[in-house]
Nanobody, 117 residues
């Protein structure tokens, strides 16, 4: 299983970015997918996740109303649309896939998002 994130970059506060997570070696129907982020010197925390059906999703309170998680099953790609970005959104963003059966999970290498004030 390989997860590859892309789409990070430098953006001004109030701007938008869309992150992508391309998955290979896995079928979306058997995993829940999620985005996590890790600010410099801080812990990795959950940002948004989507269940294996691709219908259910939930978000960290800090991003509700600004971020939207989605996926394209035909492209085996998950997205994170980030709007109204704030400096506190600055972090390395990681894609995560967790098997519905069992506890095994996989991580991407991360993509950096920097929001300037």
């Amino acid at each position: 299983v390989v997860l590859v994130e892309s789409g990070g970059g430098l953006v001004q506060a109030g701007g938008s970015l869309r992150l992508s997570c391309a998955a290979s070696g896995i079928t979306f129907g058997v995993v829940s997918m999620a985005w996590y982020r890790q600010p410099p010197g801080d812990q990795r925390v959950l940002v948004a996740r989507m269940d294996s059906s691709g219908i259910g999703s939930d978000y960290a309170d800090s991003v509700k109303g600004r971020f939207t998680v989605s996926r394209d099953s035909t492209r085996y790609t998950m997205y994170l649309q980030m709007n109204d970005l704030k400096p506190e959104d600055t972090a390395t963003y990681y894609c995560n896939a967790r098997l519905v059966a069992g506890t095994r999970e996989f991580w991407g290498q991360g993509t950096q998002v920097t929001v300037s004030s």
